[in-house]
């Protein structure tokens, strides 16, 4: 080991020294972080001829900075801002890092992280030192996310801070959505792509939530570009991994990915990733202290444990879970259901009894694509609720072989078996469908309601409506179909959950992907534009009225009477 790296880790280089004990293994990290700790030491005997300094004394000084801040929340309220060896690495190395001329080196740092890591807390405490004790005259510091109410909370972690710790309430004033300071005519407020204007901004700092939420570079390239007329400016990204790789933030990600390999050189850019490396298994205890630096701080092993034992049996919770606990970027189009279970689950016998009630879902598409109808029937157990789902289908006849119609399908032999209804000519006849509607209103016991997407059924749901059939509208978004989703795939995994069996359903099932939010809301998407999912959607409208319409529990007097006193 190099002379001068000796020199650096002690107790008065945090940063070198948590870099050298991520390189010598001390610190379980996965490969992007080894390589960030790798690039620090590198540069500590390198960085000179490129006209770099490593100035120990500078970062500790930025650090006292954080001791001095009070937590606002949780059980770490009112206490002294302890920084973890991962969080005094990352602000060591932008504050300590120097050019020639003694500015600043680093002007935009990527950090990944997963949730749960203190990365709002971190992120506010350097938005309050950027703004008022950076020594820069009318600095304009900005919480930015793509809406003001995700800029919000940074900022209100921010002003949190500001009223809990004294030395920061006598110099800093707070207002509703703005911090300033008068002597040195300074302010941070939040900043949302959605604000009215975002032109004029003379950026001192913009510290970015989120940046996988971003789904356009405007916001980004705004804050960027409103950084030129500063000496030291600081863009600072802090997010957690997303799903689609066509945004700012993937770009952003592979390009710090390739700057610690070594395939590119730029020493004003900081980057550093913290997830489970290629080939781990994100089911085990010990990849996740690679992922979360915090894992026994914020991040509590036993809640990990109980998420990754719901990832094991529900699929759309695995994404979620290895997304933003574990920060691996997964497709947003990958498989819903698992297969297995759908396939295990078919129980063509089954037969609706008496006293069960019914819920009908129709997605009627076009009439050049298939028409799908779920019968979904309820039956008291005493886990709660049975589901049974019995599934039909049409297409025109003439489209059978027709240049779109999906490699993967196999019209013509379902309808040999019968699996799929042909209507005549190159069109499906709506009537027919519409005659079979009236039939399971007659025939199905308890029909409690028949759910549509407004978008092709508007017609048929009209006429039936008229004559007093129980249609309702259930329109095409996560928080109408979320809901349902997660709650069909927990009556998979417990077995309350049964079909008949149909291969165009298992073939639909097999097509569907998932779109998350920022708030785990799921929406069925397809995996490939030519697929279809139809009879999904189905299934889901018909659940999402059965989980409306629940009854209430039996009132006590149902089942022990009126006690006499």
Not at 328 to 335: L, R, S, Y
Not at 372 to 377: F, G, P, S
Not at 497 to 524: C, E, K, Q, Y
Request: glycine share 8%; charged share 25%; net charge neutral.
């Amino acid at each position: 080991m190099p002379r001068g790296r000796r020199q650096d880790n002690d107790e008065g280089d945090p940063a070198t020294a948590y870099a050298t004990a991520v390189v010598e293994g001390d610190v379980v990290a996965c490969r992007w972080v080894r390589l960030a700790a790798a690039r620090h030491l590198r540069d500590l005997d390198e960085g000179p001829r490129r006209g770099l300094r490593w100035l120990p004394g500078a970062a500790s000084e930025q650090l006292a900075f954080f001791a001095g801040l009070r937590h606002s929340k949780g059980e770490w309220a009112g206490s002294a801002f302890a920084l973890e060896p991962w969080e005094a690495f990352i602000l060591g190395s932008l504050f300590g890092w120097r050019r020639a001329d003694g500015r600043r080196r680093f002007k935009t740092a990527y950090i990944e992280v997963p949730r749960k890591n203190g990365k709002s807390t971190l992120a506010a405490g350097l938005g309050l030192q950027l703004a008022f004790f950076d020594a820069e005259p009318g600095a304009e510091v900005y919480a930015a996310a793509t809406k003001r109410a995700q800029a919000l909370i940074v900022f209100s972690e921010a002003k949190r801070m500001t009223l809990r710790t004294p030395e920061l309430r006598r110099r800093i004033a707070v207002q509703v959505g703005n911090l300033h300071m008068t002597a040195s005519d300074s302010k941070f407020e939040p900043l949302g792509a959605d604000a009215d204007n975002l032109d004029g901004l003379n950026i001192h700092a913009a510290i970015v939530d989120e940046l996988h939420a971003h789904k356009t570079r405007t916001l980004w390239d705004v804050l960027a570009t409103g950084t030129g007329a500063r000496r030291q400016p600081v863009l600072f990204a802090i997010t957690t991994a997303g799903t689609s790789r066509a945004g700012v933030c993937y770009d952003q990600h592979r390009y710090v990915e390739q700057i610690l390999e070594g395939a590119v050189t730029d020493d004003a850019t900081f980057g550093i990733i913290y997830t489970i490396d290629e080939g781990d298994d994100w089911r085990s205890p010990a990849s996740w202290a690679k992922a979360n630096p915090n894992l026994g701080v914020s991040v509590k092993t036993e809640i990990l444990a109980e998420l990754a034992a719901q990832a094991e049996v529900m699929p759309s919770a695995r994404a979620a879970f290895q997304t933003k606990r574990l920060n691996v970027w997964v497709n947003a189009a990958e498989g819903w259901l698992d297969a297995g279970q759908w396939v295990a689950a078919a129980v063509p016998e089954y037969r609706p009894g008496p006293d069960d009630e019914c819920f009908l879902g129709l997605d009627l598409g076009t009439r050049r694509d298939v028409t799908a109808k779920v019968e979904l029937t309820r039956r008291r157990i005493e886990e709660g609720w049975h589901y049974h789902a019995r599934t039909r289908f049409w297409y025109p006849q003439g489209r059978v072989r027709g240049p779109d119609t999906p490699a993967t399908a196999n019209y013509a032999g379902w309808a040999e078996s019968g699996a799929l209804v042909l209507t005549p000519g190159n069109a499906t006849d709506f009537p027919i469908i519409e005659e079979e509607l009236r039939r399971d209103l007659a025939a199905l016991p308890h029909p409690l309601s028949i759910a549509f997407d407004p978008w092709q059924s508007h017609e048929i749901m009209t006429k039936l409506h008229s004559e007093g059939a129980p249609v309702v509208e259930v329109a095409q978004n996560m928080r109408n179909l979320s809901a349902p989703m997660k709650e069909l795939e927990a009556l998979l995994a417990t077995g309350r959950f049964t079909h008949d069996g149909n291969p165009v359903m298992t073939w639909m099932v097999s097509n569907v992907g998932i779109r998350r939010d920022s708030a785990d809301n799921i929406l069925p998407i397809k995996t490939a534009e030519a697929l279809k999912i139809d009879g999904v959607v189905a299934l889901i409208m018909a659940l999402a009225r059965a989980l409306v319409q629940a009854p209430s529990p039996p009132s006590v007097y149902e089942t022990r009477g009126v006690l006499a006193l």
